[in-house]
Every structure is written in structure tokens, then in C-alpha cells.
């Protein structure tokens, strides 16, 4: 079955430090695949996506993400965590053209200062 | 910058009320789509359509409705508002290849008291 799994709902780092959020998926084909981001109140946000042009993907506000084939990964990261990242990141994949995409269950990360 | 529009932006109603919450796209996209999502937790998409008079559920079961009679406009009714349906209603919308980023409205957070 096609699925997408976000590995932990809750990440917290340090300001500064390295974030790293987690995201696999369930396919038999190589899909495409996208990080967003949703600050409170707000509705989501594109960061970046994966569209079989490039492996490594760079975003905005610093974020860049790897499809890694043989892992069946695309995990997002930013080598230094700033207090405006702090936010809820959902991953999502789109496995075909004619269904909608499918979301991760999210991941929250906080920034401490 | 994405031209997605959702009215209103909060709305508290009693129950039993018959509402309608509206979305509108200027970006002539042909997929627009709902989901509900409660705060901080994961999206659920509960409709979608491909198209004008083209409407489909989502995974989510929900007792609201939608329709799509202008390419431009996807309005979700609820006929009898309950307690169960307070919640925040995202609608987005998206080109037609499978590498479309999909484009969020801010939301309409709904409380049915």
C-alpha cells in the first residue's frame, strides 16, 4: 500500500543546532514528493519539492531535503535552527497524477533559545 | 504568492445551523480540495474535485458537501451544524500534473456551539 510516514510528531532543537525531520515513504514506483510548512493559524506553506529533476532539493528559509532512492527517504534539513523555524512540517507525496496527495501526520519542531 | 481565498476567516455558530464556507482560486487551477484538520494535528481530506461538475469524498467521511459549478469556486455546506464539526477547514487547490505544488488558503476555523 502507497503510504507516507513522518518518524516523530514532536522534534525539538536547540537554537543553532541542526534540524533534521524525518519523512519515508511506501511505494513501487518513485514518486514525487514535498515538504510544507504551517505556522499557527495559517494554512500550508510549499518548502520544496522533489520532481526527479535533482536528488538534493533546496527550499526557503534555508531548508533543503534529499531523496534518497534505496532508503525510500526524503528528509528535510537545515544545518542551523533559527526561532522563526519553529512550526508544524508535514511531508507529502504524490504516487499519481490522477489522486490527491498524501500527507505525513506532521512533525512539530521547537526551537529553543 | 498563491491567490487562494477562504471566507470567513473564524465563524461561531449554533447548533443545527445550516452553513456555507467559501473558497476561491484565481489562479484557474482545475484541482481544488478541503480538509479538515483539528490544531496541531494531521489533515484529513474530506473532498475534491478534478474539474467543474467533477466531485469526489475524501477519506475522511464527512457529512459536508461541496460543489463546483465555476472552475474558480469550491464552497463546502454543512445543513446541520454539530459540536463534531468544530474544527479548522483548509482548502487548496492545484494545477494538473502530478508536480503542481498544491496552494493552502489560510483556513476558516469553525466552532459550533
Not at chain 1, 500500500?1 to 519515508?24: F, I, K, P
Not at chain 2, 475524501?58 to 460543489?67: A, P
Amino acid at each position: 500500500a502507497q503510504s507516507v510516514t513522518q518518524l516523530g510528531s514532536h522534534v525539538s532543537v536547540s537554537e543553532g543546532a541542526l534540524v533534521l525531520l524525518r519523512c519515508n515513504y511506501s511505494s513501487s514506483v518513485p514518486p514525487y514528493l514535498f515538504w510544507y510548512v504551517q505556522y499557527p493559524n495559517q494554512g500550508l506553506q510549499l518548502l520544496l519539492k522533489y520532481t526527479s529533476a535533482a536528488t538534493l532539493v533546496k527550499g526557503i528559509n534555508g531548508f533543503e531535503a534529499e531523496f534518497k532512492k534505496s532508503e525510500t527517504s526524503f528528509h528535510l534539513t537545515k544545518p542551523s535552527a533559527h526561532m522563526s523555524d519553529a512550526a508544524e512540517y508535514f511531508c507529502a507525496v504524490s504516487f499519481s497524477g490522477n489522486t490527491p496527495l498524501v500527507f505525513g501526520k506532521g512533525t512539530r519542531l521547537s526551537v529553543i533559545a | 504568492e498563491a491567490d487562494i481565498y477562504q471566507t470567513p476567516r473564524y465563524l461561531v455558530i449554533g447548533t443545527g445551523k445550516k452553513i456555507t464556507l467559501e473558497c476561491s482560486q484565481t489562479m484557474g487551477h482545475d484541482k481544488m480540495y478541503w480538509y479538515q484538520q483539528d490544531p496541531g494535528m494531521e489533515l484529513h481530506l474530506i473532498h475534491y474535485s478534478y474539474g467543474v461538475n467533477s466531485t469526489e469524498k475524501g477519506d475522511l467521511s464527512s457529512e459536508s458537501t461541496v460543489s463546483r459549478i465555476r472552475t474558480e469556486h469550491f464552497p463546502l455546506t454543512l445543513e446541520s451544524a454539530r459540536p463534531s464539526h468544530t474544527s479548522q477547514y483548509l482548502c487548496a487547490s492545484s494545477g494538473s500534473i502530478s508536480t503542481d505544488t498544491q496552494y493552502f488558503g489560510p483556513g476558516t476555523r469553525l466552532t459550533v456551539l
